[in-house]
């Protein structure tokens, strides 16, 4: 079997066996460089992929070559060398250019400070402050697991490597599951090693009021300043930008001024970039061509270990079974699996009461009986997929059949079959009055596509969690 026959066999094998997101991630843009008899040497497309797939994947690919060629024994892993070599130029050009540079104020926009509305130009100047990241947010406490591995690890790479490791990064995920933190690790990190380094960093609220602001004022010209005179753009929740055609606009040419001059920028949202609704093509095509990585809901292992890694750093002893307790029966998101910890060890230092199974159920009962699965009714869901989607909910629930349209209908009727347990006749009179063999292949659809379509899983359990919440 020739090299390209028998690599092309292995992805087809390996995309069987991880899921889609990570085969997309490290395995596209792969190839057999060369075959040393029992050697077999495969080539990635930057360092990153090679660390990940060498030290994560290594033994996988390992079998699953020997599966397809019986004579295969190892696997090696190799990086283009014009790469390595524009790696290291690059690297080099930095480090004179940082022995050149005088030291600058850091441009700073404070998420935590509002921008004074009668003075535009104080919203700039008052920058010079330190950066607002939050102490605590750094890589030493942040808990990493299946759930967030490979942001985290993505994260890491764009403090070893900033502009080059991978640009932008693009995080997505639900609400509380740790993008924040992710973000200003990488800041407070890129700080520690080099405080000159002009970081901003700021939630895109605040920069759609300042371009606002800058219109109003004709102060475009340092409002441009102020967001490209940098080394690094941190923007955080940016699907609100979404159908805001003028504020989109200066964030495209935002990103490519910064990405053009190999400056870093790493972006949050609740969402992959695809599924945005109402962004614009190209400034979605720009966001998604670097690193897209996801944020899931941690598992037990992983909640567990966040709660002892909670209680160590707060000095506070606790036993197993409460925390154990906590992690099965809180499952959300982390910042409520966090606030219901707090509110124990509070109540347990007020009252000097010992920490137990039962004194657990006494003062998270409320927190315990929200998450019992609650009925939803119609409306709700209706109205969650049509902000969701950005689409009225009389066009999802509407005859028209738009290819636009057509899979959020899917999603709305498959969540009113799963979460409100509503029959299948009764779906297909709900939408328009379609039979109910509409609704049941909507349904199939969308549970044969979860099998594989890691986007869209992330998609339906966010709008479940915006459904419980």
């Not at 924040?180 to 690790?185: C, D, I, V, W, Y």
């Not at 010209?221 to 200066?250: L, P, S, W």
């Not at 594989?452 to 919440?469: G, M, P, T, V």
């Amino acid at each position: 079997m020739k090299t390209d026959q028998l690599w092309k066999a292995a992805l087809g094998q390996l995309e069987l066996r991880v899921s889609q997101g990570n085969f997309l991630t490290w395995f596209r843009n792969t190839k057999i460089k060369e075959r040393k008899e029992e050697i077999v040497v495969i080539e990635t497309d930057n360092p990153f992929a090679y660390e990940w797939l060498s030290k994560k994947y290594r033994p996988i690919i390992l079998d699953v070559l020997k599966e397809l060629d019986s004579s295969v024994i190892q696997v090696e892993f190799s990086v283009p060398s014009h790469v390595q070599g524009k790696q290291t130029a690059r690297k080099n050009l930095r480090v004179i250019a940082q022995k050149q540079r005088v030291p600058q104020p850091i441009p700073t926009p404070s998420v935590a400070q509002p921008i004074n509305p009668p003075s535009f130009k104080s919203s700039f100047t008052s920058r010079q402050s330190p950066i607002p990241f939050n102490p605590k947010h750094t890589f030493d406490n942040f808990v990493v697991g299946p759930s967030n591995e490979v942001a985290h690890a993505a994260c890491r790479a764009v403090v070893d490597n900033p502009g080059e490791a991978y640009n932008p990064l693009f995080i997505y995920g639900g609400v509380g599951l740790g993008k924040t933190h992710l973000l200003q690790a990488v800041g407070n990190a890129l700080l520690e090693k080099n405080p000159n380094f002009r970081i901003l960093y700021v939630a895109s609220e605040k920069f759609m009021t300042e371009f606002v602001e800058a219109l109003r004022h004709k102060k475009m010209h340092e409002f441009k300043k102020t967001y490209r005179d940098i080394d690094m753009f941190i923007i955080d929740d940016v699907q609100f930008v979404a159908g805001k055609d003028k504020i989109q606009e200066e964030l495209f040419h935002t990103f490519n001024t910064l990405h053009s001059e190999g400056k870093q920028v790493i972006l949050s949202s609740d969402r992959p970039p695809g599924a945005i609704s109402a962004l614009q093509e190209r400034l979605s095509s720009r966001l998604g061509a670097g690193m897209v990585v996801d944020v899931k809901k941690p598992d037990y292992e992983t909640r567990l270990a966040i709660l002892e890694e909670k209680v160590s750093r707060r000095g506070s002893s606790i036993d197993h079974e409460p925390l154990s307790f906590i992690a099965k029966n809180i499952q959300s998101n982390v910042r409520e699996l966090e606030g219901a910890l707090n509110r124990v060890i509070g109540h347990s230092e007020v009252h000097n009461e010992k920490i137990t199974v039962d004194f657990v159920k006494q003062i998270l009962h409320d927190l315990l009986e929200q998450s019992q699965k609650k009925m939803i009714n119609i409306k709700e869901i209706i109205e969650a997929v049509s902000t969701y989607y950005n689409l009225p909910p009389e066009e999802i629930c509407g005859k028209r059949r738009n290819k636009e349209i057509v899979r959020p209908r899917q999603v709305a009727m498959y969540l009113l079959r799963k979460e409100s347990s509503m029959s299948f006749p009764s779906i297909g009179d709900y939408f328009g009055g379609r039979d109910h063999t509409t609704a049941m292949h909507a349904c199939e659809k969308i549970e044969k596509l979860l099998e594989h379509d890691e986007e869209l899983s992330q998609e339906i359990n966010f709008l479940k969690e915006r459904l419980y919440a």
